[in-house]
């Protein structure tokens, strides 16, 4: 299968501060980015889905400010939590999907735990 | 709008035994995917099987298989001698039949499998 990596694993940052976490599709060209955020023995929650070059579309009660999303290229998508709080403290997978053998699927990355303190 | 149940929040099942992941959906579409994740503790998301809904058949992959049941909107997970990697969370997804839509989670059964 695609792999998927994000950067950084791990990341703790002052609270205030903005944090950047980037996700690539290593092996293929990924026309789609998911960012899940999931709370501790909880599912997740789609926060957004990014296509390459035009805007993210945000799920209802993220704040767009708050999260910004850039999908650049077909390999690489960010994620930014801008003036990071504690209850921003999360873990946050990205997942992308592609065309040809890659449709209708979507391919993990490992996640980032952020701990805003 | 699109719901995934997964009814039983916790699940336990000896080493070699075999055990059963309830799921349920609602969907009005007629087209659609079917998924079951696994997590375990890493949290690193596993895709342990698939289902097509305009395909009869149902999926097996090794040791896993599911019991679908369109009309009932009834995706079970089969997992048949257990083991002890098996123990982790298990999500059932559902996704519209689109050049890779949203997954739209249940909320997770957590596995147990005991030596």
């Known amino acids: 299968g695609a792999v998927v990596s994000q950067h950084p694993s791990w990341v703790i940052c002052k609270s205030g501060t903005s944090v950047k976490i980037e996700c690539r599709s290593l092996?293929?060209?990924?026309?789609?980015m998911f960012w899940y955020r999931q709370f501790p023995k909880q599912s997740l929650m789609l926060m957004a889905t990014?296509?390459?070059?035009?805007?993210?579309?945000?799920e209802q009660g993220v704040e767009k400010d708050k999260f910004l999303i850039n999908h650049a290229s077909l390999t690489l998508s960010t994620l930014t939590v801008t003036s990071a709080h504690p209850e921003d403290s999360s873990f946050y997978i990205c997942?992308?999907?592609?065309?040809?053998?890659?449709?209708?699927?979507?391919?993990f990355g490992p996640g980032t735990r952020l701990t805003v303190l | 709008a699109q719901t995934v149940t997964q009814s039983q929040p916790e699940m336990s099942v000896q080493e070699a035994e075999t055990v059963t992941l309830s799921c349920t959906y609602d969907?009005?579409?007629?087209?659609?995917?079917l998924f079951w994740y696994k997590q375990p503790p890493s949290r690193q998301m596993i895709l342990v099987i698939r289902?097509?809904?305009?395909?009869?058949q149902n999926a097996t992959e090794n040791r896993f298989s599911v019991n679908f049941q369109k009309a009932a909107k009834s995706f079970s997970l089969k997992i048949s001698d257990s083991q002890l990697g098996d123990t982790a969370m298990y999500f059932c997804?559902?996704?519209?039949?689109?050049?890779?839509?949203?997954?739209?989670f249940g909320t997770g059964t957590r596995l147990q499998v005991f030596p």
């Open positions: 289902q097509e809904a305009y395909k009869q």
């Open positions: 092996d293929f060209q990924a026309t789609t």
């Open positions: 990014s296509n390459e070059g035009s805007k993210a579309t945000y």
């Open positions: 997942s992308a999907g592609g065309g040809g053998q890659y449709r209708n699927e979507q391919f």
């Open positions: 969907t009005s579409e007629n087209n659609y995917y």
């Open positions: 997804a559902f996704m519209k039949h689109l050049n890779t839509d949203k997954l739209i």
